[in-house]
């Protein structure tokens, strides 16, 4: 379970990352802020997706 | 330390022996794999180069469309099957092929080849680090280190870059599993924070006009010379030549439950090399055409952009530095895998100090597959040619040969021979190859035929 969330909030980690350059490109946020969330939600994928690539597989734990 | 040292032992790999059945990995694991290898710091350089050199946007497209898919029908046509067959690695079958003599001369040549490439990668990265302490980014006429910070960085990133090639295949594989989709976004990330910079509109309607006015122009940098359709297709097609038609793959390829793993090399050319190289495009474009790999992902993605330059050459230099440790590891067999990678290492440091590396890369690529590439058409020839023209295979072997004259005629003969052909560098291996296939049957076909068709260890 604990696996599959981690790889979960990964995913949307990587999601915001791609959000926050169309968002940019689109001309919905300025450069700075694009480049802080950016920063932010890259941040995140490292964290969740090294949680979810070193998790057990079929782990008991819930 | 002892006990450190026999722990690192304990990282032996099945490097000499076939891949026994129970250690082939997955598909996904080959696509995770190359997904991340091809997805490299050298791509910032690559992509960027391509604009410096002129290349119109619809050579450019075509050219990446062909040259990556002929690319992966190398791999899955030429490397993959003998990898499969034999699950050895390219070292040990050259070693039963033309000898020790030769196996000596290829793996030194490989392990120096793959050092410079991976100090290649390194001293992209380094543009990265340079950029924090405002280190200059060497010019592209540069040979030597033109500071002592760019020399402190690249030690630095080298130390770090060589301790995480000491882990081994597995570690690898898991660190690329993290990395690779995220430089892939980066890329994307990095064009996408350009384009409206370049005046790109929202709805993408002026995006072609962009491209052919303001990045793939047809204007050349200073001192570049003028690129087109066929050096783009030839580039993308032989930029990793060494490993599907020169075979170097195979210690990767063995791994692999079926030849069609070949196929899942798409993974790293097309969202690896081809995306890779138009988003480096745009992002040299948007820093006014300086080469200046560090700059140009700052610029596009801020400090993300900058740890991405880092990870991409990070995630490719490591299996580059592990190749390096395999084809050392032949030639040094009282040594533990992590010795000989850290030798590696040091060297690969040490080439990471000249910038010339990374400056004249595209022509080192070049070099590169070229000078491999002989060993590959004498593999396939052994492999498939020989037995359908009743030629003993792995005479070396069988005969207990130090070193097999043929082969090194053949391979010396055509790098003489391609070095001679008034054609431009990236065109030279593909008459190169099929003078040495054929050059390598004709020797071959005077000795002494064997009385069975199809009398080989591999299957006819």
């Known amino acids: ?62 | 330390m002892s006990a450190l040292a026999s722990r690192l032992d304990r990282l032996y790999e099945f490097d000499r022996e076939p891949v026994t059945p129970d250690k082939l990995q997955s598909g996904a694991k080959f696509a995770g794999l190359f997904a991340g290898e091809h997805v490299a710091a050298t791509e910032f350089v690559i992509g960027a180069f391509f604009v410096l050199h002129g290349v119109l946007a619809k050579d450019l497209i075509l050219g990446l469309l062909f040259g990556n898919l002929l690319a992966v029908l190398s791999w899955t046509f030429i490397c993959a099957p003998i990898a499969v067959r034999t699950r050895l690695t390219l070292y040990w079958y050259v070693r039963k092929i033309a000898g020790p003599g030769v196996m000596v001369i290829y793996n030194i040549a490989n392990a120096v080849l793959y050092c410079i490439l991976a100090g290649a990668m390194i001293a992209v990265s380094a543009t990265a680090v340079g950029l924090t302490f405002d280190i200059k980014v060497p010019a592209l006429s540069d040979v030597f280190p033109n500071s002592l910070g760019w020399v402190l960085i690249a030690f630095g990133l080298g130390a770090a870059f060589t301790a995480l090639a000491i882990l081994g295949f597995e570690k690898l594989s898991k660190f690329a599993e993290v990395c690779s989709p995220w430089i892939f976004i980066v890329f994307i990330a990095g064009a996408l924070g350009v384009l409206p910079k370049l005046g790109v509109h929202a709805n993408l309607d002026n995006f072609w006009q962009i491209s052919k006015t303001k990045i793939w122009n047809g204007v050349t940098a200073s001192g570049q010379e003028q690129f087109g359709f066929w050096h783009i297709l030839f580039f993308a097609w032989f930029c990793n030549l060494a490993m599907h038609i020169g075979l170097s793959d195979m210690a990767i390829l063995r791994y692999a439950k079926k030849w069609t793993y070949g196929f899942f090399t798409a993974f790293g050319m097309y969202p690896g090399h081809m995306l890779a190289w138009i988003c480096s495009g745009i992002m040299v474009a948007g820093i006014g055409r300086e080469m200046n790999p560090g700059r140009m992902a700052f610029e596009a993605a801020g400090l993300a952009g900058v740890a991405g330059l880092l990870l991409a050459g990070w995630t490719t230099a490591n299996p580059t530095l592990y190749r390096a440790g395999l084809a050392l590891q032949a030639i040094t067999p009282n040594w533990p895998r992590w010795k000989i990678t850290l030798a590696a290492g040091a060297v690969t440091t040490i080439i990471a100090c000249f910038p010339i590396v990374f400056v004249k890369l595209l022509d080192y690529v070049a070099i590169y597959g070229l000078v491999l590439m002989p060993i590959g058409a004498v593999v396939f020839a052994e492999h498939w040619i020989m037995p359908l023209f009743r030629i003993e295979q792995f005479r070396a072997e069988k005969q207990k040969l130090v070193l097999s004259w043929r082969v090194l005629v053949v391979w010396v003969g055509t790098l003489v021979i391609c070095f001679f052909l008034p054609i431009h560098l990236y065109f030279r291996w593909l008459p190169g190859y099929v003078i040495a296939l054929i050059s390598y049957v004709l020797l071959r076909s005077g000795e002494k035929k064997f009385r069975k068709i199809g009398e080989s260890n591999y299957g006819a």
């Open chain 1, 1 to 62: 379970m604990e696996r599959k969330i981690y790889g979960l909030l990964s995913l949307v980690s990587l999601a915001l990352c791609l959000i926050f350059s169309i968002a940019h490109f689109l001309g919905a946020i300025q450069a700075s802020r694009f480049k802080l969330g950016f920063l932010l939600a890259s941040i995140a994928w490292f964290v969740f997706a090294t949680l979810w690539v070193t998790r057990p597989k079929n782990s008991t734990k819930t």
